[in-house]
């Protein structure tokens, strides 16, 4: 095999091949060159992607490039396809010849400043919103104006042409438990999202019923939505939030992620 050009790769792992000529994204066909790996160690990545440790990928390996199922290795990737996993195109790969501990901890390090970097991003997400809080998911539905284009053909009116890009926008009610910074009119805020899984949106938090944990929120000026049905007469646009970016909510079982949020919101 061709010297892998290491400096080139934005997104570097170790893995093991768990399904050879395989694929689990939709957008990817299986085929000779493709595998599916589970993420055992980050070694270097972007911040979206440093907390994919224990995921499956589909990789589209290089012309030169051969893995057997169960063997481990170092994937040097770039490049990437959101869809309900993630695929990833190799630019080569280096046997693990060891799965001991001294050499899981020769790569520890890089991982720990990947760790690093994501922490500095949502403590940053957390210092420039306006609002913080820990809540409750209690509600979950679709925002006054969201309904699907085949209820305007239904309604007699002409369907409306849905983009590629369209956000699929959704609101969620949070129950707040605590305010950490800024201040919040009701007891609930309703916080809106994008359902979709396309490039544009596939970093955006999809909530649901019963998600607890630390919300940086910023007030609604992209949904172009107003709050509708029995949510009307108890919020206004002032109680509506966005939740853009994975580094805008801290799930409450991951701890050190939501201390940082909190942290942050009190500095």
């Not at 066909?29 to 589909?58: C, K, Q, Y």
């Not at 030169?64 to 490049?79: I, L, W």
């Not at 939505?225 to 853009?244: I, K, P, Q, R, V």
């Amino acid at each position: 095999m061709a010297a892998i050009p290491k400096d080139s790769a934005s997104f570097v792992f170790q893995g093991k091949v768990t399904k050879t000529k395989s694929s689990n994204v939709k957008a990817v066909a299986r085929s000779n060159r493709t595998a599916v790996v589970t993420i055992e160690n980050v070694v270097r990545a972007p911040g979206a992607l440093a907390s994919f440790s224990g995921r499956d990928v589909t990789v589209q390996l290089a012309q030169d490039e051969d893995v057997k199922q169960g063997q481990r290795a170092t994937f040097y990737t770039n490049g990437s396809v959101f869809g309900e996993n993630l695929a990833v195109q190799s630019v080569g790969h280096e046997a693990v010849k060891s799965t001991s501990s001294g050499a899981r901890g020769a790569a520890r390090p890089v991982t720990d400043a990947a760790r690093a970097a994501a922490q500095k991003r949502i403590r940053d997400h957390a210092a420039a919103a306006p609002v913080v809080i820990s809540g409750r998911v209690v509600a979950v539905g679709m925002p006054a104006g969201a309904a699907p284009a085949a209820a305007a053909s239904s309604a007699g009116t002409s369907p409306r042409r849905v983009s590629e890009h369209e956000p699929f926008w959704r609101e969620a009610v949070v129950e707040v438990q605590q305010v950490h910074k800024g201040t919040v009119s009701k007891k609930q805020v309703v916080l809106r999202f994008p359902d979709s899984t396309d490039v544009r949106w596939h970093r955006a938090p999809k909530f649901e019923v019963g998600q607890e944990g630390v919300f940086s929120l910023k007030p609604d000026r992209v949904s172009g939505h107003t709050t509708h049905g029995a949510m009307a007469s108890s919020f206004n646009t002032e109680d509506s939030y966005t939740c853009l970016s994975a580094a805008d909510f801290q799930d409450s079982h991951n701890e050190a992620e939501a201390a940082a949020a909190i942290d942050a919101a009190k500095n």
